[in-house]
């Protein structure tokens, strides 16, 4: 019933994801953690823009860890209300991350180099979209630092 009561109140502004909410569910802070999980995940599977905004907010908010079980009863209901509320987060992505899609997508040897660097410096993650802008740009400084020492290296033994 709790969950029903709160997805009442989102449903009915799902076309405008920018205005607050025509009332706040009354239940929300009555909800233990197991249901906050339970209604953040409906909220992804039945809305993208809320799961869009839950990414976002993981992201910036709670360390990038998107498994709402793994998070606390405050920052579940922090979020619920927030997003309720017609609060909407930036999701955090590059514009390279097309680019560095299709690299992977069409060269063995640069996706293997994106996941080496993945596993070091980024957590495990591989998906571009879930690296800033920052990231990116320190393995492409990485990769042009690491193409540099190869190919000095090769001419000065082809000159010597």
Not at 70 to 95: D, I, P, W
Request: charge should be positive; proline fraction near 4%; charged fraction near 20%.
């Amino acid at each position: 019933k709790e969950l029903s009561s709160f997805f009442g109140s989102c449903s009915r502004r799902r076309n405008l994801p920018f205005a607050p909410a025509a009332r706040p569910a009354a239940n929300l802070a009555k909800m233990d953690q197991a249901s906050l999980v339970a209604a953040v995940k409906q909220m992804q599977r039945e809305d993208p823009v809320a799961k869009e905004q839950w990414w976002a907010y993981c992201d910036q908010e709670g360390g990038g860890v998107r498994d709402p079980a793994k998070h606390e009863v405050n920052y579940l209901h922090n979020f619920m209300t927030q997003y309720q509320q017609g609060v909407r987060y930036q999701a955090q992505t590059s514009e390279y991350t097309p680019m560095l899609k299709e690299l992977q997508r069409n060269s063995q040897s640069f996706k293997a180099c994106w996941a080496a660097y993945c596993e070091t410096y980024g957590g495990g993650k591989y998906d571009p979209s879930k690296h800033s802008k920052d990231f990116v740009i320190g393995f492409m400084d990485f990769l042009g630092q690491q193409g540099a020492m190869a190919l000095m290296g090769s001419a000065g033994a082809a000159g010597g």
